[in-house]
């Protein structure tokens, strides 16, 4: 027995080979797919290190903890929470990758303050906007403890966040948004707790009615004052700085809120120096002269006798989505080090120079601390291709002249004619339409003569695959003739900044790595929204158009993960279509493998219906009474009247994604 199966195993081994090596007389040798090919293709490494990376069963593994501790299999792991009933998309936080993040900004200060002998020390605090959800909010203060990390609120409820939840003696509170008298008093009112809230003065208004609350309270707030720099940001969050910015003080208002504190004899309250030039702050230079300038301002107030004591950085600190390493919109220029460096050095310099002493340094980086925490994995539901021809039989003579020159198009096709046949093609195409419009041409004949277009694209676009230089007019091939991969998600819910602002996130398959994906393809979601697509990815060089996908198998499921999306996109995600929260689990590295510490169903239907405002009770009973009636009209039979009330009420307490 075993003997046959090892000859059937030789026999089959000895054929392969002679294929092979028929194949490569023909085209030319392939080598096999390696992970290291997908490593370069997907630019994990890029963008992944030290946390995302391929084993060599070509699935992506997670080392939650860095270079720290072990890792895990992406795949495996979906795997798994599905056999517990948690259906996809799913979103996978992992504490250990917040609490690293969290280290390593603190141990980049640490290292910079020791390099620079600097004088004062860091005091971060994490923008709740960035990710408020409960157990991240409570996990970063937790982790946060050893290094006295606070935390930021920019509105009222963040602001109650952030009194509950932060229990760390000496960590801040800054305060920062519109803020009204409730919002004023409850943070001063938060230092008898024990807390230090550090309010920040964004509008001029905000002087009188922190003075009133002062008096009227009898507590000595701890203020600050956020400066409108004339410094320019950069990217899509530029327009944060600027003298026309929405917030901050500009330089005179600044000078008639010292003024008014004077007078009211509060000037030690003003204590704090804040600033923040947009997000995804993409080159260095932008960071350092937005510093020269804080500094002077922060000197300045020094000197106009206002106490001091913390300079503010704000947030801004990138990412680099694409790893590409520089200062295109999805990538930054330098490391957290070069950043932490930067902004020691920089304040350092400009104290000495003026003999003050240094202030606390403060950085409010929410990004760079909660992107990498999640993954979302969602699966793959189908695909549509453009119709492709298998064969190509030369057209016979009684078939439509158009069609026929067509084929010629397509025969001619080479690397010395390529643009030119495609405007015939083009051509050929458009008359092909309008002859059928006239009624001219048959279904039959307009169906060839598309398919046979198409086949004339594919071919082109072989052939400009390979050239260096791309014809503007040719752009768009590869775009037009890529597959339309369907998958199980709403952008508008899950990635509201890819449809928004156009943001890249890394997006690939978790597992068959080590397999060619010869397909290219965009992503088109579950909404009835054309917007709702993925039709740009990271590239290192600017973006492209199409990702490289594997063809779907029968009767097994596809996976992809979408990475570094743990900031600001949670929370502003919208229930367009009615398409409810994820499910989320928020996995902890143990040493024996993993733990499962929470899980956080995604929305049901009778939720997000009752959003807006439908009771299901109300909605089973309409649909009850309407059985009823066609019951009784002997239009539905007794058995489909109870199919259709149980798939009704079944619904109802679903996930709001489809189940495969
Ligand atoms: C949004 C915001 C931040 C966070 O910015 P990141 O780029 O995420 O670090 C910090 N401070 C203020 C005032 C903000 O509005």
Redesign the pocket.
């Known amino acids: 027995m075993e003997t046959t199966q090892h000859l059937k195993e030789q026999q089959l081994h000895a054929l392969r080979a002679q294929i092979e090596s028929a194949g490569a007389l023909t085209r030319s040798p392939q080598p096999r797919w390696k992970i290291e090919n997908s490593e370069e293709l997907y630019r994990i490494q890029g963008w992944g290190e030290p946390y995302f990376s391929i084993n060599a069963a070509g699935h992506v593994t997670v080392a939650p903890q860095g270079d720290r501790g072990g890792s895990l299999d992406l795949f495996e792991l979906v795997e798994s929470l599905k056999r517990r009933n948690l259906g996809l998309p799913i979103l996978i936080r992992f504490s250990d990758i917040l609490e690293d993040r969290l280290e390593r900004l603190n141990a980049c200060f640490a290292k910079a303050i020791a390099r620079y002998n600097y004088d004062g020390v860091y005091r971060g605090v994490f ?1 709740v ?2 990710n408020q959800q409960r157990h991240l909010v409570e996990d970063l203060v937790r982790f946060g403890r050893p290094h006295q990390f606070g935390l ?1 609120a ?1 509105s009222k409820p963040e602001l109650l966040i952030a009194l509950a939840t932060l229990n760390t003696p000496g960590a801040l509170i800054i305060c ?1 948004g519109y803020k009204d008298r409730e919002y004023v008093e409850t943070a001063m009112l938060s230092q008898r707790l024990g807390q230090t809230p550090i309010i920040v003065l964004e509008q001029l208004e905000e002087v009188d009615l922190v003075i009133e609350a002062s008096r009227h309270l009898k507590i000595r707030p701890i203020l600050g004052v956020r400066a409108k720099l004339s410094s320019k940001g950069i990217g899509r ?1 530029g327009g ?1 700085a600027g003298d026309r910015a929405k ?1 901050g003080l500009s330089i005179p208002e600044i000078l008639t809120a010292v003024e008014q504190l004077k007078q009211a004899d509060m000037l030690d309250c003003l204590q704090l120096l804040h600033f ?1 030039i ?3 702050i993409s080159a260095i230079s932008v960071v350092k002269d937005a510093l020269r300038e804080a500094c002077q301002i922060y000197v300045g107030l020094v000197e106009l006798g206002a106490r001091m004591g913390y300079l503010d950085v ?4 990138g990412i680099d989505y694409d790893g590409s390493k520089t200062n295109f919109h999805a990538s930054k220029n330098y490391s957290i080090q070069n950043y932490a460096n930067d902004v020691v050095a920089e304040v350092k310099e400009a104290c000495k120079a003026r003999q003050i002493t240094v202030p606390t340094l403060v950085s ?5 601390i909660a992107s990498h925490q999640s993954v979302l994995v969602f699966d793959v539901l189908g695909t549509s291709d453009i119709p492709t021809l298998d064969t190509l039989e030369p057209p016979s003579e009684e078939e439509h002249p158009l069609l026929r020159e067509m084929y010629d198009t397509y025969l001619s096709i080479s690397i010395n004619n390529y643009q030119e046949a495609y405007h015939d093609a083009l051509q050929f195409k458009e008359e092909c339409t309008s002859l059928f419009n006239f009624g001219y041409l048959s279904l039959t004949d307009r169906a060839k003569i598309e398919r046979l277009f198409w086949a004339c694209c594919r071919r082109i676009l072989d052939v400009v695959r390979n050239e260096d230089y791309v014809p503007d007019d040719l752009e768009n091939l590869e775009k037009s003739l890529a597959s339309i991969y369907y998958i199980n998600l709403s952008v508008f819910q899950s990635v509201p900044d890819s449809w928004a602002i156009d943001q890249l996130f890394p997006i690939m398959p978790i597992h068959r790595l080590n397999e060619e994906p010869t397909c290219r393809a965009t992503l088109a979601d579950l909404t009835c929204d054309s917007d709702g697509k993925i039709d740009q990815f990271i590239d290192l060089r600017d973006v492209k158009p199409v990702l490289e996908l594997h063809p779907l198998r029968d009767n097994e499921p596809y996976y992809l993960g979408l990475f570094l999306g743990g ?1 600001y996109q949670e929370i502003m995600g919208n229930l367009h279509n009615l398409f409810g929260d994820t499910n989320t689990v928020h996995i902890h590295l143990t040493p024996k493998g993993y733990q499962i510490e929470h899980v956080v169903k995604g929305d049901t239907m009778t939720e997000v219906l009752g959003y807006v405002q439908y009771d299901s009770e109300d909605l089973v009973e309409n649909i009850r009474r309407r059985t009823e009636q066609a019951l009784q009209d002997n239009a539905i039979t007794l058995e489909e009247s109870q199919l259709l009330l149980q798939h009704y009420e079944h619904s109802l307490s679903q996930y709001t994604y489809l189940s495969v």
Do not use: D, T, Y
């Not at 704000?314 to 600190?317: A, S, V």
């Not at 409010?364 to 760079?368: I, L, T």
């Open positions: 923008p906007k960035c930021e920019g920062n969050w944060s917030f923040h947009g997000s995804q704000g947030g801004g600190l409010e980086s929410g990004r760079a900031a």
